[in-house]
Each structure stands twice: as C-alpha cells, then as structure tokens.
C-alpha cells in the first residue's frame, strides 16, 4: 500500500517556474514507478512524466519536454517535477500516480497506476 500526497502548487505567470512535490508512505515506496499526470477542466487526464525507481528510466510528454523536469530522492520517498517556462495551457490539476515497472510506453498510461494523489492546482496566468 502507497499513499501519496501532493503539494507546490499555485498560481504563476507565464514563462514562470514551480517546483511540485509528491512525497510517498510505505516501505517498498523506492521501488513503485512514480507519474506525474495532469487533468484541465473539460479534458480527460493526461500523462506529463514517469520515472522508474532508478532514476534511469524517464519519459516526458512531447508537449513538456525540454521545459519539465522529473526526479526522485528514494531517501526521501519524493519525487518532484520542476517545472519551467510555464505555458498558460499547462494550467490543469497535477496528480502524482504510483505503479509496478513497465515498457515506456504504458507508463503513459493512467491504467498502469494502482494508487493516486488528491491533486494539486497549478494555474498559469498568461
């Protein structure tokens, strides 16, 4: 069992930055792929980034990459997404998401995850 909890959001122009947070409880936390996907009023949630428990493995959305950035302290049972150049069609709620290892590709997909966050809001103002 995981739990996950969310947190860093706010409101920032564009072109500004946020640094979000997702800490994690539970002892096997290290070795869950952890996901940051986002939803926008009105839109069907989306993948952003995924990392493995090595940190070796990341993968970003092509409408993120270059500008975001995922990372994971084990120790610390948190992963982050500092995000950057911050586009006013990035403004949506974040979840962060935890699964067991697969291919790349279904870490995009929201089904891969067993345990999710309550989402924290990120609103840019353009």
């Known amino acids: 069992q995981v739990q996950l909890v969310e947190s860093g959001g706010g409101l920032v122009q564009a072109g500004g930055s946020l640094r979000l947070s997702c800490a994690g409880s539970g002892r096997s936390f290290s070795s869950y792929v952890i996901a940051w996907f986002r939803q926008a009023p009105g839109k069907e949630r989306e993948f952003v980034a995924t990392i493995k428990w090595s940190s070796v493995g990341t993968k970003y959305a092509d409408s993120v990459k270059g500008r975001f950035a995922i990372s994971r302290d084990n120790a610390k049972n948190t992963v982050y997404l500092q995000m950057n150049s911050l586009k006013s069609e990035d403004t949506a709620v974040y979840y962060c998401?935890?699964?067991?290892?697969?291919?790349?590709?279904?870490?995009?997909?929201?089904?891969?995850?067993?345990?999710w966050g309550q989402g924290t809001q990120v609103t840019v103002s353009s």
């Open positions: 998401a935890a699964g067991p290892n697969r291919d790349l590709l279904q870490l995009t997909m929201a089904r891969t995850y067993d345990y």
